[in-house]
């Protein structure tokens, strides 16, 4: 039945003598308990595995200096995850280093936790890989991967202008999760400049309006933490 957390807490307490505390009411509660634990906790591995993230951070870890424009309440708000089951959308950007991604890989690990299925993207890589799949036939395979998802980041919007086929992508992906899904987007281009990134503004207005609808907006200032982290060493 694989009941490894049984089976583990079973063996620890019979070599730790525990058994003599507990009646046998109180041993099987005990037992039941350590199953889910450890049921969960397999659940949340896998969830984190199968995010591909690029690297790991947490909430914890997140930097609230006053100079870096963050607000504390709101991003613990974010980290409860209502924004999931809210269908709502977060839109990080900043200049190069100051913790764009940092942040969006850590909402994300949060929703992990919390039970939703995650999966991160280098957005250049995956408009990439879906030009691979477009030519390959299995696009649309691709796409319905995407959409099952609960959460979806998009890291590094904006780096380079997107062609009519990237724009057409992204169209697609954003009226799929449309009120079925939240997108976490970094980007170090404001908000405001991405109609020029998208081009072909019928398009352009399109994605936005679905984007930023329902969409909480952080933007983040101060020095580069990359170059902080490495002054500190030096």
Not at 23 to 29: K, N, P, R, Y
Request: hydrophobic content about 40%; aromatic content about 8%; charged content about 30%.
């Amino acid at each position: 039945m694989k009941l490894y957390g049984m089976q583990n807490a079973f063996r620890t307490a019979i070599e730790t003598g525990k058994t003599d505390h507990f009646t046998i009411d109180q041993f099987v509660a005990m037992l039941v308990d350590s199953e889910w634990d450890e049921r969960h906790n397999r659940r949340i591995d896998r969830s984190i595995k199968n995010a591909k993230f690029h690297y790991k951070s947490n909430i914890e870890e997140i930097n609230f200096d006053d100079s870096r424009n963050l607000d504390r309440n709101l991003v613990l708000r974010l980290a409860a995850c209502e924004f999931v089951s809210k269908n709502e959308n977060i839109l990080i950007t900043g200049s190069t280093g100051v913790g764009k991604s940092f942040l969006g890989t850590a909402l994300g690990y949060q929703a992990c936790i919390e039970g939703f299925k995650v999966f991160y993207f280098n957005t250049s890589k995956l408009f990439a890989k879906l030009k691979i799949a477009k030519a390959d036939g299995s696009y649309l395979r691709e796409l319905a991967k995407i959409q099952r998802q609960d959460v979806i980041i998009l890291d590094d919007f904006g780096l380079q202008a997107l062609d009519s086929t990237n724009r057409i992508t992204l169209l697609e992906i954003i009226e799929d999760r449309h009120n079925n899904g939240s997108l976490i987007i970094t980007s170090q281009i404001p908000v405001q400049g991405w109609y020029d990134i998208i081009g072909e503004k019928t398009i352009a207005d399109a994605i936005l309006d679905r984007l930023i609808h329902k969409a909480h907006r952080l933007e983040l200032k101060g020095e580069s933490m990359r170059k902080k982290r490495t002054l500190n060493k030096a």
